[in-house]
C-alpha cells in the first residue's frame, strides 16, 4: 500500500515557518528559498540513478529519461532556491 504524503501546502508552510527570522532584512527571501526546496523536494524527491538490470535495453532507456528529467528539475529549483537566498535577480 502506498503511503500518503504529507500535503504540499503544509509542507511549504512548515519550510518558510522554519525559516522566519524575526528582524532580518532577508527573511522573506530565505522563507522563500526555503519554500522552494520544499516544493523540490516534494515533487522530485532525490533518488538513486537507476541501474540497468534484467530490464529491456528501451525500458532502461525510458526510465534514465525520467531520471535525468527529474535531475533537471531538481537542479532548476534548486538554483532558484539559492538565488533567492542571494538576492539575486
Same mark, same amino acid.
Given at each position: 500500500?502506498?503511503?500518503?504524503?504529507? =500535503?504540499?501546502?503544509?509542507? /511549504?508552510?512548515?519550510?518558510?515557518?522554519?525559516?522566519? +527570522?524575526?528582524?532580518?532584512? @532577508?527573511?522573506? *527571501? #530565505?522563507?522563500?528559498?526555503?519554500?522552494?526546496?520544499?516544493?523540490?523536494?516534494?515533487?522530485?524527491?532525490?533518488?538513486?540513478? =537507476?541501474?540497468?538490470?534484467? /530490464?529491456?535495453?528501451?525500458?532502461?532507456?525510458?526510465? +534514465?529519461?525520467?531520471?535525468? @528529467?527529474?535531475? *533537471? #528539475?531538481?537542479?532548476?529549483?534548486?538554483?532558484?532556491?539559492?538565488?533567492?537566498?542571494?538576492?539575486?535577480?
Amino acid at each position: 500500500m502506498k503511503q500518503e504524503r504529507e =500535503p504540499l501546502w503544509r509542507v /511549504m508552510a512548515g519550510a518558510w515557518s522554519a525559516r522566519v +527570522i524575526v528582524g532580518r532584512p @532577508d527573511a522573506e *527571501r #530565505l522563507a522563500i528559498a526555503a519554500e522552494i526546496r520544499a516544493l523540490r523536494d516534494w515533487l522530485v524527491p532525490e533518488e538513486a540513478q =537507476p541501474q540497468q538490470s534484467a /530490464m529491456p535495453f528501451s525500458s532502461w532507456n525510458l526510465k +534514465i529519461e525520467v531520471w535525468d @528529467d527529474h535531475q *533537471r #528539475l531538481r537542479a532548476l529549483l534548486t538554483a532558484e532556491a539559492e538565488r533567492a537566498e542571494g538576492g539575486g535577480q
